[in-house]
């Protein structure tokens, strides 16, 4: 079988992954090889903003933005994408790249355009070789093409996982209105 790279695709909890750290979570696969893949929970806001957990000289309207919890793996690491409206080296999808260096978020910050967005992650979601493409066989995860419009959508904006399930058609709308305690049924 020829391997199919998730890269730019979201995955999401298909309503199996209840009890885990990934249940109701959208993942925004950024890399996906023999090696293995790498992916950035959107729908995890940690409740601090970028300038409560990096101490860097970055603009105000930076430091106030929600920081987000990328993934149980190194939550120490920093992790962000950035988008504008042309970013010729894009290496996620068209216009949306992936970063790890705080100089690079810092220059990012100084370089303020209108059009510019910026999504900070605090860990990544991360798997061995081999095994997304195990986990994808047993149907753990949904795909669902990724959009810029999807990875920056404001957390107030509701419920992400919820909105693209429904999304998806009358199956999978059942499994984003089940009741997050299953006893309020």
Same mark, same amino acid.
């Given at each position: 079988?020829? $391997?199919?790279?998730?890269?730019?695709?979201?995955?999401?909890?298909?309503?199996?992954?209840?009890?885990?750290?990934?249940?109701?979570?959208?993942?925004?696969?950024? %890399?996906?090889?023999? %090696?293995?893949?790498?992916? /950035?929970?959107? !729908?995890?806001?940690?409740?601090?903003?970028?300038?409560?957990?990096?101490?860097? !000289?970055?603009?105000?309207?930076?430091?106030?933005?929600?920081? $987000?919890?990328?993934?149980?793996?190194?939550?120490?690491?920093?992790?962000?994408?950035?988008?504008?409206? $042309?970013?010729?080296?894009?290496?996620?999808?068209?216009?949306?790249?992936?970063?790890? @260096?705080?100089?690079?978020?810092?220059?990012?910050?100084?370089?303020?355009?209108?059009?510019?967005?910026?999504?900070?992650?605090?860990?990544?979601?991360?798997? @061995?070789?081999?095994?997304?493409?195990?986990?994808?066989?047993?149907?753990?995860?949904?795909?669902?093409?990724?959009?810029?419009?999807?990875? $920056?959508? %404001?957390? @107030?904006?509701?419920?992400?996982?919820?909105?693209?399930?429904?999304?998806?058609?009358?199956?999978?709308?059942?499994?984003?209105?089940?009741?997050?305690? /299953?006893?309020?049924?």
């Amino acid at each position: 079988m020829e $391997f199919k790279s998730l890269k730019g695709q979201l995955l999401l909890d298909n309503g199996r992954l209840e009890g885990s750290f990934f249940h109701r979570t959208v993942l925004l696969i950024c %890399e996906h090889n023999a %090696e293995g893949a790498f992916g /950035l929970i959107l !729908n995890r806001p940690t409740g601090r903003n970028i300038g409560e957990a990096i101490t860097a !000289n970055l603009t105000d309207q930076l430091k106030a933005q929600e920081l $987000f919890l990328g993934g149980p793996v190194q939550p120490q690491a920093l992790s962000f994408l950035h988008a504008d409206v $042309f970013l010729p080296d894009a290496n996620v999808l068209p216009n949306l790249s992936l970063d790890h @260096s705080l100089d690079n978020l810092v220059e990012l910050s100084d370089s303020f355009s209108a059009t510019q967005k910026i999504k900070v992650f605090a860990g990544y979601a991360g798997w @061995s070789p081999g095994q997304l493409d195990d986990e994808m066989k047993r149907d753990t995860w949904l795909t669902h093409p990724a959009s810029l419009d999807m990875v $920056f959508r %404001e957390p @107030s904006a509701g419920d992400l996982w919820a909105m693209i399930l429904k999304e998806k058609g009358w199956k999978y709308r059942l499994i984003s209105q089940r009741p997050e305690d /299953l006893s309020q049924n």
